[in-house]
């Protein structure tokens, strides 16, 4: 199952024409596309689903979301190689 997951958006840059941001997601940050939020500001919380942010939510739903992730297993993706880096 693909699930969009809530991340804290930190940084916002632009390359070769589009909107890209910086996403934290409980301490791993991730590139994610902003096109389809551009509206997003640093400080907001999305929801990423396979590199995009799909949806700008409030840092409570954010909060609850996460919760309910974590609980079914679903943020081991995320930490995913870091070792390697």
Known sequence: MCLAIPGELVELV???GLRFGKVRFAGV???VCMEY???AQI???V???VGFAISTI???E???AWEVLEALGQTEELRDGL???
């Open 14 to 16: 632009e390359k070769h």
């Open 29 to 31: 940050s991730r590139e």
């Open 37 to 39: 939020q551009p509206q």
């Open 43 to 45: 400080g907001d919380f």
């Open 47 to 49: 929801l990423v689903h």
């Open 58 to 60: 409030d840092r409570e």
């Open 62 to 64: 954010a909060a609850k």
């Open 83 to 85: 070792e390697e880096r």
